[in-house]
């Protein structure tokens, strides 16, 4: 049996073949030793890792600060400082520049889903594919159009001077805010007007972000790139390396010889040799639920003698049972962003170089 130095020496290696003779070897120990064994050797795994929380997704659909600015200078201008808002006054902006309601959307703080649901109530059915258009300053100004546009000064409206969406009165303060319980729509068009006039304190700005969190509608509306950010990395290793691979595995789990889809098979369904899980995870919760999930896949592609693999980053995987539960199920051979490329380096890996050729 290996000393924890000589082990803590194999996970340390830069032969990923070292890091499974280490990790097989810990999961043979009695618990206590194996307990102490993992204390040396998590660590050294848990430095690989970096948080992926300062990466934010973008895409084309967002606006850029440039085209916002314009969108809001047009809004302050046609409103005379936001001093002109009665429903006629902001039909009037909308109908002038459609691009505007991105502004107007904002000060309610709403998003597209939530704008749709307040023009329901008064009674103008709109997607929030159409609302998007609206604010990139695409298509014509129909009839449709100027229709949809004076539901929105409506609602606009509505909403702002808390007709629509009013808060209970029945609901506690201490457990309930409205959404217009911010600095610069506290008093509705008032604070509306001192904001835009340069009254709003920067304490007052980094509570609101404290309240509703930085780029929080920008995570949201692009989360599932974010969760693309490792497989885009395996997949371009891949790629240079000419190795076939499956990215769309779902054959597999139809034939019931996998419980779930695995992010990548390779080389290819027909004939898998290797099953890889890309996960990243910035919380604890999050990493454990990916890692139950590599080890009912990779459980399965022993018993099929292909070889398990896992990519993991984000602070979540230095929760303890997450980490552990998918080093024992990949024999060790779990990889970060920083190491990605040792990929190529397993064996069965490596002997698939030119098959995408």
């Known amino acids: 049996m290996s000393t924890p130095d000589e082990l803590l020496a194999l996970a340390s290696s830069g032969n990923v073949l070292d890091w499974k003779t280490a990790i097989d070897e810990v999961f043979t120990l009695p618990p206590e030793e194996r307990e102490a064994a993992l204390r040396v050797i998590r660590p050294v795994y848990e430095s690989r890792l970096t ?37 006629a006054d902001l039909l009037a902006a909308l109908e002038a520049d ?13 998003t597209t889903a939530e704008l749709s649901s307040a023009l329901e109530l008064v009674e103008v059915s709109v997607s929030k594919t159409q609302i998007e258009a ?28 808390r007709d629509l969406f009013a808060l209970d009165e029945t609901l506690p303060e201490e457990d309930f805010r409205s ?11 008032v604070s509306v007007q001192r904001a835009a006039s340069g009254g709003i304190d920067y304490g007052d700005l980094l509570y609101e972000r404290y309240v509703d969190g930085p780029w929080l509608a ?17 997949a371009k290793i891949l790629t240079e390396a000419e190795i076939a691979f499956d990215q769309n595995p779902e054959e597999l789990v139809a034939k019931g010889l996998l419980p779930s889809k695995p992010d990548f098979v390779l080389p290819n369904v027909e004939e898998p040799q290797v099953t890889l899980e890309a996960k990243g995870a910035d919380d604890g919760g999050t990493a454990r639920d990916k890692a139950a999930r590599i080890a009912a896949v990779a459980a399965r592609a022993d018993e099929h003698g ?3 693999l896992a990519v993991i ?9 997450a980490l552990v539960q998918t080093l024992e199920a990949t024999h060790g051979l779990t990889f970060s962003l920083e190491n990605v490329k040792l990929i190529l380096d397993v064996p069965r890996v490596a002997g698939l170089r030119g098959t995408a050729a």
């Open 51 to 87: 948080p992926q929380f300062h990466a934010v997704p973008w895409g084309a659909s967002l606006h850029e600060r440039a085209a916002f600015r314009e969108a809001y200078e047009s809004a302050n201008k046609l409103t005379d400082g936001f001093t002109k808002t009665s429903e």
């Open 98 to 110: 459609p691009r505007t309601l991105i502004v107007f959307r904002l000060i309610l703080g709403y």
């Open 134 to 161: 609206i604010e990139k300053g695409r298509g014509e100004m129909t009839e449709a159009r100027r229709a949809l546009l004076a539901g929105v000064a409506q609602a606009v409206t509505g909403v702002i001077e």
């Open 179 to 189: 959404r217009l319980d911010k600095v610069d729509t506290e008093e509705g068009w």
């Open 218 to 234: 920008v995570r949201s509306a692009y989360s599932e790139k974010k969760g693309r950010l490792i497989e885009d990395a395996v």
């Open 306 to 308: 292909w070889t398990p």
């Open 313 to 321: 980053d984000g602070n979540g995987w230095k929760r303890r049972d």
